[in-house]
């Protein structure tokens, strides 16, 4: 019997739940707008995607097979994550300015360095076959399935993050908004890597 229905609940469960990209998402949406946003969400999708296949195809199981690759992967994607609550949690009021170049950049790189999106992602294929486990057909199912959770999931907290650039917040709100943002990234990097 398939495990599709299930499977999808439980993506939409895991790759929904708060983390370093969904963070990133609220604040660029915040500060630039939804539509302005749409070249970070864009890079951002790719990058999971990319990450999705990786664990799907289980590659992820041959880096972190070797030691110093693993640690060096780990040290990257912690950098990154340490920098980016850094921008977020020390960004100016009324939100940081993102060039579209380097949205992409930082969109693409947030999406394949993101340590909660790949501990779901193994998670997820893992525990269900939605096809004969193990067939070609079953990894390009759940690579689907999870490609299009990502994406409506994600639009959604892009148009929360949008909603939220709408209000007119204090001084204080806004910096203790920016600072629990930066705080949500730096809380799922750390469970990420207990």
Known sequence: MS?????????????????????????????????????????????????AGLSTAGLVSVFTAIPAVERALMLIALAYLVWLAWKIG????????????????????????????????????????????????DGAAKWAILVAVMIVVDLAWLAAGAALGGLKLSSR???????AMAAGILA?????FL
Do not use: C, H, W
């Open 3 to 51: 495990d599709a229905l299930p499977f999808t609940l439980a993506a939409v469960a895991l790759l929904g739940s708060p983390g370093p990209a969904i963070a990133a998402l609220l604040a660029v949406g915040r500060a630039q707008g939804f539509r302005a946003s749409l070249p970070f969400f864009i890079a951002l999708q790719l990058g999971l995607a990319l990450a």
């Open 90 to 137: 020390s960004a100016p009021l009324g939100g940081v300015e993102v060039s579209t170049a380097s949205s992409l950049g930082q969109g693409f790189l947030l999406g394949i360095a993101n340590p909660k999106a790949y501990l779901a992602f193994a998670s997820l294929i893992a525990s269900f076959a939605i096809l004969p486990r193990g067939s070609v057909g």
């Open 173 to 179: 709100a806004e910096r203790a908004m920016n600072l």
């Open 188 to 192: 799922a990097a750390a469970l990420a």
